[in-house]
């Protein structure tokens, strides 16, 4: 490989791994995404002393490509976060690959690929926790649109698909250093046959879990609401947002249902929870649920709580100068229906800038910044719980998964050790336009259905509502910029599986490996140091 092809061949791994993200495209193109880079890191192992700036910065520039190529549309929503977004995770991805490098150079070749594969897994569990995170791009993410060849995500979670993906790339890389040596042909077959059976071992696993997997028939009946309003749109009254919806249910076969779901913020009324029975838009609903004694309506709203005079404030309580008292407001989902009291949910996991200041004791300062570019003035507050929604009989229990939260599959996992037996999504996802922002999102839905073993009901206000089997299938959807009400009958499911008992244990695991390769890098770093002074001043003593 010539050097002036290097820049080439670092685009060309980016646009690979772009291609996964996009509807058409398998993720199979992620087994060998990487190859190119790897070519590159390979070639400056031995060459230079300090190379590893120059292989973060070839790093760079395929992550940049990836980055702009499949999550551009951020822009439509804020040109600050799209910025922000693609610069971070540019940043830290390169961060991980040169550290591949640094590790492979100073220890040696079978640590050093080890060490992609778990400091990639750990980068991964990191920003899937972190306060500052954005997971969009995760590569076990990639496989979102091949449900057929990803069920054991029941076992591993996204991780997984993040490890196979890894371990594939090293080995296919190996294997073409191989040929390109002119190693003789039994070799190179015995070289391939680890490639193929770790490609193709999951693959036919997962065909034998989807064709051997049957729902138990526990059967709900649910019609999802699809407002389409544009959610750039001038201010729309909460009488005339409640009878759209109204008209959008009536429309259906409400009579058959046992669920209406509406997107998120679907009513943007003031709703106080001091006072939440005496709100306008729960009245209404309350009252258009006597039509349907027996159905549940679940949609989003804005909630905000009033803090007394003496009681103890949050980190993200707000004060309000005139009356004068501090509160706290809320991306909540609420449930009502005709007989029990109103169930609500707080969203906890926020997105940065928009909803959230990350660190909100220490970074209160930035509000003003953040409020300048389209974000909250404060944090909105959360809870530190996956709440559930029971229905009237006791027999079902949804999880009221809002938005953004349906990126994190371990997040997921704590509605269902709840006792959730279906998935609601409600979201917004007009703010990003007619782009590949709302389709990618809705692809990981499917990913939490598989993990699961969920089926999910999703109701978008400007984006798709659909409904998703426990097989992580689209079995039915209404698409983006269409105004209507879609229904489907979902079976409920209580039993657990092996990732919802355990979440992301393979990000642990991988944590706790890169942290004794590094502190190794780190010896074996002080040691050649220390040697490299001894030499020095050994060589200036007088002879």
């Known amino acids: 490989m010539q050097k002036n092809h290097f820049i ?31 070519f590159i890191e390979d070639s400056y192992l031995n060459k230079l002393e300090h190379s590893g ?129 002119r190693k003789n042909s039994s070799v190179n077959l015995l070289h391939m046959l680890p490639v193929t059976l770790i490609l193709t071992l999951p693959m036919l696993l997962s065909v034998f879990l989807y064709h051997n997997y049957s729902e138990k028939k526990n059967p709900v009946n649910i019609i999802a609401i ?26 259906a076969r409400a009579k058959a249902a046992d669920y209406f779901v509406a997107p998120e913020v679907a009513i943007t009324d003031d709703v106080w929870e001091n006072n939440l029975e005496d709100n306008y838009s729960v ?9 349907y004694p ?67 004791k220490i970074l209160r300062f930035a509000g003003k910044i953040v409020e300048h570019f389209g974000g909250s003035y404060a944090s909105h507050a959360t809870q530190d719980y996956r709440g559930v929604f029971e229905s009237a009989d006791k027999k079902t229990k949804i999880a009221p998964v809002i938005c953004y939260e349906s990126v994190y599959g371990e997040f997921v996992t704590g509605y269902v050790k709840g006792g959730a037996n279906l998935i609601f999504i409600i979201t917004n996802d007009g703010w990003w336009g007619n782009t590949p922002g709302h389709r990618q999102h809705l692809a990981y839905a499917r990913l939490r259905a598989i993990e699961t073993r969920r089926s999910v009901a999703r109701s978008a206000n400007t984006g798709i509502s659909a409904f998703i089997n426990q097989r992580g299938e689209l079995i039915k959807s209404l698409e983006y910029g269409r105004k209507g009400a879609i229904e489907c009958t979902l079976n409920a499911n209580d039993e657990k599986t092996f990732y919802v008992k355990h979440g992301d244990y393979l990000g642990w695991i991988a944590s706790i490996i890169s942290g004794v390769i590094v502190l190794m890098l780190l010896a074996r770093s002080f040691a050649f140091s220390k040697s490299k002074t001894s030499i020095k001043t050994r060589d200036k003593k007088p002879k």
């Open 8 to 38: 080439f061949h670092a685009i060309v791994c980016g646009l690979l791994l772009c291609l996964p993200w996009y509807e058409g495209f398998s993720g199979l193109f992620l087994c060998f995404a990487l190859i190119p880079l790897l």
């Open 53 to 181: 700036k120059i292989i973060f910065l070839y790093a760079s520039l395929s992550f940049l490509v990836w980055n702009i190529g499949t999550t551009w549309w951020i822009a439509n929503a804020s040109l600050a976060g799209a910025f922000t977004a693609i610069v971070i995770n540019t940043f830290l991805l390169s961060v991980v690959f040169w550290l591949y490098h640094t590790t492979r150079k100073v220890i040696g070749d079978a640590l050093g690929k080890l060490s992609l594969v778990v400091y990639w897994i750990a980068f991964e569990y990191f920003y899937l926790n972190a306060e500052i995170s954005w997971p969009w791009l995760n590569l076990g993410n990639g496989f979102a649109h091949d449900t057929l060849l990803i069920q054991w995500y029941e076992y591993t979670g996204t991780l997984g698909g993040t490890a196979w993906v890894l371990i594939i790339n090293l080995l296919i890389f190996d294997s073409l250093k191989q040929v390109l040596r």
């Open 226 to 251: 699809q407002p389409n309003i544009d959610p750039y749109s001038k201010f729309i009254s909460p009488a005339t947002q409640c009878s759209n919806l109204f008209s959008l249910i009536d429309s």
């Open 283 to 291: 009245a209404a609903i309350k009252k258009f649920m006597n039509l």
């Open 294 to 360: 027996t159905v549940q309506f679940v949609y989003g709203s804005y909630t905000y709580k009033k803090f007394g005079d003496k009681e103890a404030k949050s980190a993200t309580a707000k004060w309000m100068k005139n009356p004068g008292y501090y509160f706290d407001s809320y991306n909540s989902a609420l449930q009502i229906n005709a007989g029990m009291p109103v169930q609500k949910y707080h969203k906890s996991m926020l997105v940065v800038g928009v909803e959230k200041i990350p660190y909100p």
